[in-house]
């Protein structure tokens, strides 16, 4: 048995990753999938997620794959962003309020809810170090939502990451004061600023 051509097509334009949907589109049954896992020519990662057993798994990436809802943020999106040198241990993601985080925290994420109004300003998409796009938030969200939970945050890596967003040539400080009083965290931003600059 062989990986169809199409199939490796997908694969390789996905970083090696392909759910059930997407090889159901392609043609491919769920059961022709089991007898390439049971081939030893693909690996079940996930519920209805699939790789090639040499590849290296992206849990970042695979990990929206199953879970829609969630958009990366604080620690992580400052991962994702240049903006700290410390690779998060566990992710940090947001939820809207009223999604059930328990699945969420028991499978070892850092989670953070927000009203629905709240949810989506200063989504963006970034690439994984393995070169797959997820969701996350944008520099300035990232940073107001570090100052919001900065009781949860290690104080030196938000300085820091303020530090390094000041100095970066594709940050805007007036989208950065408007989404500060969004969130009411304007005046903190001001504080850190005043010290920094």
Known sequence: MMI?????????????IITTAKANELG???ERLRLMVSAGLLERVAFGIYARPDEFID?????????KKII??????????????RDPLTYS??????????????????VYTIKRELISIGVTQRPTIFGNTVT?????????????????????????????????????L???MKMAELFRVDKLLRSYLEILL
């Open 174 to 176: 007036s989208e950065l």
């Open 136 to 172: 996350v938030y944008n520099l300035e969200r990232t940073i107001c939502d570090c100052l919001r939970s900065r009781s949860q945050m290690d104080s030196a890596i938000l300085i820091d990451a303020i530090r390094r967003y000041v100095k970066r040539s594709d940050k805007d």
């Open 59 to 67: 849990e970042m990436y695979i990990a929206q794959l199953r879970r």
């Open 72 to 85: 990366y943020s604080h620690e992580t999106a400052l991962h994702l962003h240049d903006l700290t040198d």
């Open 28 to 30: 491919i049954s769920n």
């Open 93 to 110: 993601v947001t939820v809207p309020s009223g999604y059930n985080t328990s699945r969420l925290q028991e499978d070892g994420f850092k």
């Open 4 to 16: 169809p051509n199409t199939l490796q097509a997908v694969l390789a334009q996905s970083g090696g």
